[in-house]
């Protein structure tokens, strides 16, 4: 589904990622776990395409096809869709019009909207003045009607209220069931997600480089018991199956 070869991108002339290496099979969820500044986001951001985030050397393959030189929404018609950490507010574009322009056919906003409690948010502007996690639901309602083959999730739980998370937990269940080769890569800081979703993979990026992957589950609790700095010896120390056991 996701190929990622030796890509080292930069912003503002700032590398913020360094050869980055990464697989995900059709049907694969990993979960990506970094500290803030550690180049998560722009991971991402460069996927999907947009244009400060400028590869200096790497490849992205999607489907078999490179992608580096795609426009954004060229991506997305491809089958990539990303739920933003931090989306803009539209004004002058109401979140049903929004739905309408990008869901697939027989999508029932009523419906859906209602599910994830959003109906009295579909007359209004995007985004505007929706609290943290109205705008995280809002976000995965667009995701669902768009139903992307490969979802780029950045922390799907920040800011979303304990009874909200379970309801967060179960839509993106559903838009990466919607087809069984559906991919996804997970940001998540606080790993509540992955009491909802099973991811299979886990990997760790600080300072822009990748230094762990393996068991997600394995990796948060070795990360809460000894922090980033910890792993990053480990990954380096040791050979790879043996990542994350504790010290003895
Ligand atoms: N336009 C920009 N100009 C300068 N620096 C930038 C720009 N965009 C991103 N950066 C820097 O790149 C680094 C990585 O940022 P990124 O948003 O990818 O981090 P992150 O891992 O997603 O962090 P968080 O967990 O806080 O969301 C940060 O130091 C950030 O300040
Ligand atoms: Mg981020």
Redesign the pocket.
């Known amino acids: 589904m996701l190929k990622i070869e030796n890509l080292t991108v930069k ?2 002339d ?1 590398e ?1 990622l360094s050869d980055i290496n990464m697989q995900l099979k059709p049907g694969e969820q990993m979960a990506l776990l ?1 500290p ?7 991971l991402l951001m460069t996927i999907i395409g947009f244009a ?1 985030y400028q590869i200096t050397r790497g490849d992205i393959i999607f489907k078999g096809k490179r992608i580096n030189e795609l426009s954004i929404d060229q991506r997305a018609r491809l089958g990539i869709g990303v739920m933003f ?1 931090r989306p803009p507010t539209v004004r002058g574009i109401k979140l049903r019009q929004m739905i309408q322009l990008i869901s697939k056919d027989k999508f029932n906003t009523d419906k859906e909207a209602s599910l994830l409690n959003l109906k009295d948010f579909l007359g209004r502007d995007l985004n505007l003045g929706f609290s943290g996690g109205e705008i995280k639901r809002s976000e995965l309602l667009q995701l669902l009607a768009v139903a992307p083959n490969l979802c780029l999730f950045d922390e799907p739980e920040s800011g979303v209220d304990l009874e909200n998370i379970a309801l967060v937990g179960k839509l993106i269940n559903r838009i990466l069931q919607k087809n069984k080769d559906n991919a996804s890569l997970i940001i998540t800081h606080t790993g509540y997600i992955l009491d909802y979703v099973q991811a299979d993979r886990g990997c760790i990026l600080v300072g822009g480089k990748l230094h762990c992957m393996g068991n997600p589950k394995e990796i948060l609790e070795t990360v809460k018991k000894h922090g980033y700095e910890w792993c990053i010896t480990c990954a380096r120390e040791k050979p790879k199956k043996q990542y994350h056991q504790s010290r003895k």
């Open positions: 912003v503002a700032k913020v970094g803030n500044g550690s180049g998560k986001t722009s400060n950490q």
